[in-house]
């Protein structure tokens, strides 16, 4: 087995007290976003509406579609309220769920990845009230798993997670199990998938991400990767699992890969 190391000395984000982080949860949801208050927010949702509408008429409509309010106010809060921008990122988000066939997912459709225990959205909130996607780092195998379906399975849990947001609540956790990870493990295509999952398709959806025990075999790919988050490095921690423990979960949430 690969020695561990913590790698504190690389990023380390520290730790949040419990009512700090309900309190973030809270003020984040409560805050209203733009200058001009919601009057203005919802003359810039019909603008981009009709933007979209105009200029793409043939991306779907409804839910997550091109006419859904609460996605095209999420993605102008993403992009500062630029109406350019946010059209720009919704029509490329929009495209991306409709060719990738987001909205047909199922657990039976990824259900052959799925049986692996690989990732899942773990059944318990978080202490901060946040939906938790585990991923076991050992489980994964790039060169015997079609990356076709790991992307799917992948897309399928950021979905299930975000769907089982509280109300109030706007981000998740992720949590890279990296206890046994080895050479053959590491994936440097499905990670850059993952980023660009994060940054173009659910922006600011996700909350923090949690690395435990990494070993030292993780080190030469996190320094790869990590140039790649730009923004989305200050939101990862290294940590162990006592930590995901004591500071994320109560003796009854708390995951059952975590449990001593």
């Known amino acids: 087995m690969a020695a561990s190391c913590s790698f504190r000395s690389v ?5 949040l007290s419990r009512s700090l982080g309900r309190s973030a949860v809270r003020c984040r949801s409560a805050a209203t976003p733009g200058a001009g208050g919601a009057a203005s927010n919802s003359k810039l949702v019909l603008e981009v509406k009709e933007r979209l509408e105009r200029e ?8 997550n579609g091109r006419d859904d309010d609460d996605m095209i106010l999420w993605f102008l809060k993403d992009r500062k309220f630029s109406v350019d921008e946010a059209v720009s990122k919704l029509t490329k988000a929009i495209k991306w769920r409709q060719d990738f066939g987001v909205s047909e997912l ?3 459709s990824v259900k052959g990845l799925y049986q692996t225990g690989k990732a899942y959205v773990h059944d318990s909130l978080d202490i901060y009230g946040r939906p938790v996607l585990v991923v076991v780092a050992a489980k994964h ?12 399975l992948c897309a399928y849990l950021v979905e299930k997670a975000i ?5 109030g609540a706007e981000n998740i956790l992720g949590i890279f199990d990296l206890r ?9 295509q499905f990670l850059k998938f993952l980023i660009d999952v994060f940054y173009y398709y659910y922006p600011k959806r996700l909350g923090q991400v949690l690395f435990v025990d ?9 320094q790869v990767v990590k140039p790649l988050l730009k923004s989305y490095a200050s939101l990862v921690r290294f940590c162990d699992s006592e930590t ?8 009854e949430t708390v995951p059952p890969d975590f449990r001593c």
């Not at 990023?11 to 730790?15: C, D, G, L, Q």
């Not at 769907?163 to 109300?167: A, E, G, M, Q, Y």
């Open 56 to 63: 793409h008429p043939g991306l779907p409509t409804g839910r």
């Open 11 to 15: 990023v380390r984000a520290p730790p």
């Open 244 to 251: 995901v423990r004591k500071e994320y979960f109560t003796e």
């Open 180 to 188: 046994g990870f080895r050479v053959e493990n590491g994936d440097l």
């Open 214 to 222: 990494a070993p030292f075999v993780f080190q030469p790919m996190w």
């Open 141 to 152: 195998f790039p060169s015997t798993q079609d990356p076709v379906e790991n992307e799917k």
């Open 163 to 167: 769907n089982r947001l509280p109300s």
């Open 106 to 108: 199922s657990e039976e």
